[in-house]
C-alpha cells in the first residue's frame, strides 16, 4: 500500500509558477514509478510528467515540456513538480500517483492516488 499526500495549490496569476509536493508513505513505495495528472472541469484525466524510482529519467507531456519539472527524492519519500510560466490552461485539479509503466501513466491510470490539490490560473 501506498499513501499519496498533495500539498502546494493556489492561485497564481498567468506567467507564475507554483511548486506541488507529494508526500508518500508506505513501505513500498520505491516500487513505483511516480508522477502527476491533472483534471480540469469537464475533461478526463490526464497525464502531466512521471519520473523513474532512480530520478535519473524523466517523462513530461508536450504541454508542458519546457515548463514543469518532475524531481523525486527517495530518503524523503516526496516528489515534487515545479511549474514555471504557468497559463490558464493549466487550471486544474493536479494528482500524485503511484505506478508501474509510463504506458499506463500516459493512459492516465496509476494505481494509487492522492486526494488532489487545486491550481488556478487566472489570466
Known amino acids: 500500500q501506498v499513501q499519496l499526500v498533495e500539498s502546494g495549490g493556489g492561485l497564481v496569476q498567468a506567467g507564475g509558477s507554483l511548486r506541488l509536493s507529494c508526500a508518500a508513505s508506505?513501505?513500498?513505495?520505491?516500487?513505483?514509478?511516480m508522477g502527476w495528472f491533472r483534471q480540469a472541469p469537464g475533461k478526463e484525466r490526464e497525464f502531466v510528467a512521471a519520473?523513474?524510482?532512480?530520478?535519473?529519467?524523466?517523462y513530461s507531456a508536450d504541454s508542458v515540456k519546457g515548463r514543469f519539472t518532475i524531481s523525486r527524492d527517495n530518503a524523503k519519500n516526496t516528489v515534487s513538480l515545479q511549474m514555471n510560466s504557468l497559463k490558464p490552461e493549466d487550471t486544474a485539479v493536479y494528482y500524485c500517483?503511484?505506478?508501474?509503466?509510463?504506458?499506463?501513466?500516459?493512459?492516465?491510470?496509476?494505481?494509487?492516488w492522492g486526494q488532489g490539490t487545486q491550481v488556478t490560473v487566472s489570466s
Open positions: 500517483g503511484a505506478f508501474h509503466s509510463i504506458a499506463q501513466a500516459k493512459g492516465g491510470m496509476a494505481d494509487y
Open positions: 508506505g513501505r513500498t513505495f520505491r516500487d513505483y514509478l
Open positions: 519520473i523513474s524510482w532512480s530520478g535519473g529519467i524523466a
